[in-house]
C-alpha cells in the first residue's frame, strides 16, 4: 500500500476513537475522513488499492479529455442542424446519443475506468479532512447532547504509514426535564394531545436533534392526514433552553400561524373531477361525461368502466383531508396498469377542495422481452419470456395476457450426482379483473375495492425435459389476489387449480428404480402416472417493515401456505390407486411456514437468518403417494447448502452411494416434511463485495414408516438427533440490481451416519482442507439465499 507515495505522503493504516462511553461510536466513526482502505488480516494487502493500481496503469486520462472534446463539438454540430432543419428524428436520435456518451465519458474522466471505479485509491494522511472530521463528530456530539463535549487528535507515523488516535471527552450528556407546546390553535392542541404516546420527545431521554426532526415530520403528516391540507413543517419551531448545572434542557414546541389566515383550517373535499385524458388533440371532441359515487367523470370515447375506477379512489365528498388516503388511492390507480400516469391535485376555495384526478391511457398493446440467467438448483442457464398484454380488454378494466417462457438450467439428475441439463418451456393465456368474481356479489366491488382486488383465470401448458423424464401438463386456475391499503399484508387463495399431468418418457434407470422401491413396497412409481391434479390453496405475506429492501432497520417476512389436494373427490366413489392404475388421482392436505428475519447490527455488518416448516399428508385415493411436485426436498443453494440439492435425508436414512464415495447419493430424496433453520453473518467488505459466514439446520422426513428408507419416519423421541448441520463462508458481489452469490459449505453433522459417528467436521484438516470427497460444497446462486 504505501508503494510509490511521494515524499510527505503517508498512507493512511487506522482511524481510532478514544473516550466513547456513552455518544454512538459507530455514527462519530462514520464522521471520520477518510476511511481507511480494507486490508486483508496478516497478509496487510488490500484488494481494493491493488485493482484500483491495475485500472489506473492503463488509464489515459488525456484521450478521455480529447473524447469528451470530439463528442462536444460532434453535438454542436448536432444543434445547428436540428437549428435548420427542425426536429428531424435521426438528428434527434444522434443527439441523444452524443449527449449520453459525453456523461458517460465525463463520469469516466472524475471517477476513473471499470477497475478504478471497482477498487479505490489509496486514503492518504490530510490534515484538511482531519479538521473536517474533528468538525463533524463536535457537530454531532453537540446534536446529540453533548453539549460540553470537546475533541482533540494525535497523528503518529511509522514509515509510510499514518496512525490517527480521535480523543473524545464527552462530558455528561443532558436529558430532556420538559416538552411544552405553544398554539392558539384548540384543534391542533386536541390532536397533539391525542396522540402524544405517539411522540418522539419524551421527558427522561437524552436530547437528539434528530428526534426533534422525527417530531417535526410525524406532526406535519399526522394534520395532513386530519384535514389540515395547507399545514407545512415550516410552521413548526423548536426552542431548546439548557440547564448546564442541572445538565438537562427544556423544549418549546411553537405552532406558527399562516400568513394567509387567522388560523390553520380543516379542509373538506367538496367535489372530485376524474379525467382520462385522450392521447392527442384530434380525439378531443369525443368525450363521454357521467357521474357515479359523487365522482364526475370525463373519458375520451366510452371505454372504462366508472365502477372500477370510483372502487379505487378512496376518498368521498364531504370527507376530511386525508394525504395517506390520497396517496394510496393514486397507488390503487397506478396499480390496475390501465393508466400512463396518475396526478391528483387539489384546487382551494375558502376551506373547500376540489380533488383533481387526471390520467391518460397506457399503450393498448404491450409486448415485453426479456432474457437472463435463472438458477434453481445447480448451475445457471438461459431464458427467453415473452408476454403479450391487451388492456382494458372487455372495457371494465380487465387485461388479456400471453405468456411464453423457455429455459435451461443445470439440474442434479435424479439418478446420478452430476448437474445435467433441464429444458423448460411453458405458454398460458389468462384474463385478469380488477374485481373478485365469482361467488363474490355486485356490491362487493365498493367494499373491497381498497384492497385493490383482483381475479385471474388461466389456462396454460408446461412441458419439463429433466435428465431422467420428460413431463408435460395442462392446466387451469382461478385465483384471487388482495391486499392491505399499506401492502403489509398481501393474500392469493387459488379456489380451483386443476391439473393433468403426464410423463412420457422415463429413463430406464429412473424406471427401475421406481419398480424397485414398488416391489419393496414403495408406491412412488404412481407420481409418474398420467395424473389428474387438482387442489384449493392459500396463501397470506405478512411483510414487516419492507422486508426486502435490507436497508438499515430490522425487517421480518411470514410467509404462511395452506394446500388441499382432491378435495372433490371426497363426495365421489373414485378408487384408490392400485397396480391397474391408468390415471391416477390424489388427496392431500399441505402446510407451510417460512419466516425470515433482517436484523442490522451496524452499517456495514447485519445477521439474517430463516426457519422454515412444511407438512404435506397424502390421504384416500392416493394411497400414501403425493403428486411428485408436491414432495419437499432438502439440500441445495436455498436450503442445507452442504449438501447437494435435493439429496439431504429422509431422516437417518444413508442413501445408496455411488460410485464417487460417501457422499455420492445418486437418487433424490422426496419427502413429506421439512425443517430448516439458517443463519447468516453478512459484513461488507470493499465495493460490490460481500462476504458471509452461515450455519444451516435442518433435515425432511416422512410421516409414518417406509420399509424402502429405514430411520426416514419422523420420531419425536429422535428427529432432533437427526437435524443435519452445515456451515461455511459466502462471497457476495451486490450490484445494486443484481447479486452474484457462491458459497462454499461443508458438512459438520451427518445424519445419515450410526448414532454417536455423526460428527464430520474433523475430517477437515490442513492436508484435507476441504474434508472428504463430497463433504464440502461450493454452490452458485442468484440473489441472496433467502
Known amino acids: 500500500m504505501t508503494k510509490n507515495l511521494k515524499e510527505g505522503e503517508y498512507a493512511l493504516f487506522e482511524n481510532e476513537l478514544s473516550g466513547v462511553e456513552k455518544a454512538d461510536e459507530e455514527a462519530l466513526a462514520g464522521l471520520i475522513q477518510p476511511e481507511t482502505n480494507f486490508r486483508i488480516p496478516l497478509l496487510n494487502v488490500s484488494p481494493g488499492v491493488t485493482i484500483y493500481r491495475v485500472g489506473k496503469s492503463f488509464f489515459d486520462s488525456a484521450r478521455v479529455a480529447r473524447k469528451i472534446s470530439e463528442k462536444e463539438q460532434e453535438l454542436e454540430e448536432i444543434k445547428i442542424q436540428l437549428d435548420s432543419l427542425g426536429d428531424d428524428r435521426k438528428l434527434l436520435k444522434k443527439r441523444d446519443k452524443a449527449e449520453s456518451r459525453i456523461e458517460s465519458l465525463n463520469h469516466k474522466a472524475e471517477f476513473g475506468n471499470g477497475l478504478m471505479r471497482t477498487g479505490n485509491p489509496v486514503a492518504l494522511l490530510d490534515s484538511s479532512l482531519i479538521d473536517r472530521s474533528v468538525k463533524n463528530m463536535s457537530g454531532y456530539l453537540q446534536n446529540n447532547g453533548f453539549f460540553d463535549s470537546s475533541l482533540g487528535f494525535e497523528v503518529e507515523t511509522k514509515g509510510k504509514k499514518a496512525y490517527i488516535t480521535y480523543q473524545v471527552k464527552e462530558g455528561p450528556p443532558y436529558l430532556i426535564d420538559s416538552i411544552y407546546t405553544r398554539t392558539d390553535n384548540e384543534e391542533i392542541r386536541k390532536l397533539l394531545n391525542q396522540q402524544?404516546?405517539?411522540?418522539?420527545?419524551?421527558?427522561?431521554?437524552?436530547?437528539?436533534?434528530?428526534?426533534?426532526?422525527?417530531?417535526?415530520?410525524?406532526?406535519?403528516?399526522?394534520?395532513?392526514?386530519?384535514?389540515?391540507?395547507?399545514?407545512?413543517?415550516?410552521?413548526?419551531?423548536?426552542?431548546?433552553?439548557?440547564?448546564?448545572?442541572?445538565?438537562?434542557?427544556?423544549?418549546?414546541?411553537?405552532?406558527?400561524?399562516?400568513t394567509?389566515?387567522?388560523?390553520?383550517?380543516?379542509?373538506?373535499?367538496?367535489?372530485?373531477?376524474?379525467?382520462?385524458?385522450?392521447?392527442?388533440?384530434?380525439?378531443?371532441?369525443?368525450?363521454?361525461?357521467?357521474?357515479?359515487?359523487?365522482?364526475?367523470?370525463?373519458?375520451?370515447?366510452?371505454?372504462y368502466s366508472e365502477k372500477i375506477l370510483a372502487s379505487r379512489v378512496l376518498f368521498d365528498k364531504s370527507s376530511k383531508y386525508n394525504r395517506n388516503i390520497v396517496i394510496e388511492s393514486q397507488k390503487q390507480l397506478s396499480n390496475l396498469d390501465l393508466f400512463r400516469f396518475v396526478n391528483i391535485t387539489f384546487d382551494t376555495l375558502g376551506t373547500s377542495l376540489t380533488a383533481n384526478i387526471f390520467t391518460q391511457p397506457a399503450q393498448k398493446y404491450q409486448l415485453t422481452n426479456q432474457v437472463g440467467l435463472s438458477i434453481t438448483e445447480q448451475l445457471p442457464g438461459p431464458f427467453f419470456s415473452t408476454s403479450l398484454r391487451n388492456r382494458n380488454f372487455f372495457r371494465g378494466g380487465e387485461i388479456l395476457e400471453f405468456n411464453f417462457r423457455a429455459g435451461l438450467e443445470g439440474v442434479a439428475s435424479a439418478t446420478n450426482q452430476g448437474v445435467y441439463q433441464s429444458r423448460e418451456l411453458g405458454v398460458s393465456g389468462s384474463v385478469i379483473f380488477p374485481r373478485f368474481l365469482i361467488p363474490f356479489w355486485t356490491s362487493s366491488l365498493e367494499k373491497f375495492g381498497k384492497y385493490n382486488p383482483n381475479t385471474r383465470t388461466q389456462i396454460g401448458y408446461n412441458y419439463t425435459n429433466r435428465p431422467e423424464y420428460t413431463r408435460s401438463g395442462f392446466n387451469g386456475l382461478l385465483s384471487y389476489t388482495w391486499a392491505t391499503l399499506n401492502n403489509r399484508q398481501q393474500f392469493t387463495l387459488n379456489l380451483a387449480d386443476i391439473n393433468f399431468i403426464r410423463t412420457p418418457r422415463v429413463t430406464p434407470e429412473f424406471r427401475q428404480i421406481l419398480e424397485d422401491l414398488f416391489d419393496q413396497g414403495n408406491n412412488l412409481v404412481w407420481s409418474f402416472l398420467p395424473s389428474f391434479v387438482s387442489s384449493i390453496s392459500g396463501q397470506s405475506i405478512i411483510n414487516f417493515n419492507r422486508y426486502g429492501d435490507f436497508q438499515s432497520k430490522p425487517s421480518s417476512l411470514l410467509r404462511l401456505f395452506g394446500e388441499s389436494g382432491g378435495t372433490l373427490l371426497n363426495f365421489t366413489n373414485t378408487r384408490g390407486n392400485n397396480e391397474n392404475t391408468e390415471i391416477a388421482n390424489f388427496q392431500w392436505l399441505k402446510f407451510q411456514a417460512d419466516f425470515r428475519r433482517y436484523y442490522p447490527i451496524d452499517r456495514k455488518q447485519t445477521f439474517a437468518y430463516r426457519m422454515n416448516f412444511g407438512i404435506a399428508q397424502p390421504y384416500g385415493v392416493s394411497n400414501g403417494i403425493l403428486p411428485y411436485e408436491k414432495y419437499f426436498f432438502a439440500g441445495g443453494g436455498t436450503s442445507i447448502r452442504a449438501w447437494q440439492a435435493r439429496r439431504l435425508g429422509p431422516g437417518s436414512?444413508?442413501?445408496?452411494?455411488?460410485?464417487?464415495?460417501?457422499?455420492?447419493?445418486?437418487?433424490?430424496?422426496?419427502?413429506?416434511?421439512?425443517?430448516?433453520?439458517?443463519?447468516?453473518?453478512?459484513?461488507?467488505?470493499?465495493?460490490?463485495?460481500?462476504?458471509?459466514?452461515?450455519?444451516?439446520?435442518?433435515?425432511?422426513?416422512?410421516?409414518?414408516?417406509?420399509?424402502?428408507?429405514?430411520?426416514?419416519?419422523?420420531?419425536?423421541?429422535?428427529?432432533?438427533?437427526?437435524?443435519?448441520?452445515?456451515?461455511?463462508?459466502?462471497?457476495?458481489?451486490?450490484?445494486?440490481?443484481?447479486?452474484?452469490?457462491?458459497?462454499?459449505?461443508?458438512?459438520?453433522?451427518?445424519?445419515?451416519?450410526?448414532?454417536?459417528?455423526?460428527?464430520?467436521?474433523?475430517?477437515?484438516?490442513?492436508?484435507?482442507?476441504?474434508?472428504?470427497?463430497?463433504?464440502?460444497?461450493?454452490?452458485?446462486?442468484?440473489?441472496?439465499?433467502?
Open 260 to 303: 394567509f389566515a387567522d388560523k390553520h383550517n380543516i379542509y373538506t373535499v367538496d367535489k372530485i373531477n376524474f379525467r382520462v385524458n385522450p392521447p392527442s388533440d384530434e380525439f378531443a371532441d369525443r368525450q363521454v361525461n357521467r357521474e357515479l359515487h359523487g365522482i364526475d367523470f370525463n373519458f375520451y370515447r366510452d371505454r
Open 653 to 786: 436414512y444413508k442413501p445408496n452411494q455411488g460410485e464417487g464415495g460417501r457422499y455420492d447419493y445418486p437418487i433424490e430424496q422426496p419427502a413429506e416434511m421439512i425443517i430448516e433453520s439458517m443463519l447468516e453473518y453478512r459484513r461488507k467488505l470493499y465495493g460490490y463485495f460481500d462476504m458471509a459466514l452461515f450455519v444451516d439446520i435442518g433435515n425432511s422426513w416422512v410421516i409414518g414408516p417406509d420399509q424402502t428408507r429405514p430411520g426416514a419416519d419422523f420420531r419425536f423421541d429422535r428427529f432432533y438427533k437427526e437435524l443435519a448441520v452445515g456451515t461455511g463462508i459466502g462471497l457476495r458481489m451486490d450490484f445494486d440490481f443484481l447479486v452474484i452469490r457462491l458459497d462454499l459449505a461443508t458438512k459438520a453433522i451427518d445424519p445419515a451416519e450410526p448414532d454417536g459417528e455423526r460428527w464430520v467436521l474433523d475430517n477437515i484438516s490442513f492436508r484435507s482442507p476441504f474434508g472428504i470427497k463430497g463433504q464440502t460444497v461450493l454452490n452458485f446462486g442468484i440473489g441472496y439465499p433467502f
Open 196 to 258: 402524544a404516546s405517539k411522540s418522539f420527545l419524551k421527558t427522561g431521554n437524552f436530547y437528539a436533534q434528530d428526534d426533534i426532526i422525527a417530531e417535526r415530520n410525524r406532526i406535519e403528516e399526522m394534520l395532513k392526514n386530519n384535514g389540515f391540507y395547507m399545514f407545512s413543517k415550516s410552521y413548526l419551531e423548536y426552542f431548546v433552553y439548557t440547564d448546564s448545572v442541572g445538565k438537562k434542557v427544556q423544549v418549546e414546541q411553537r405552532v406558527q400561524k399562516p
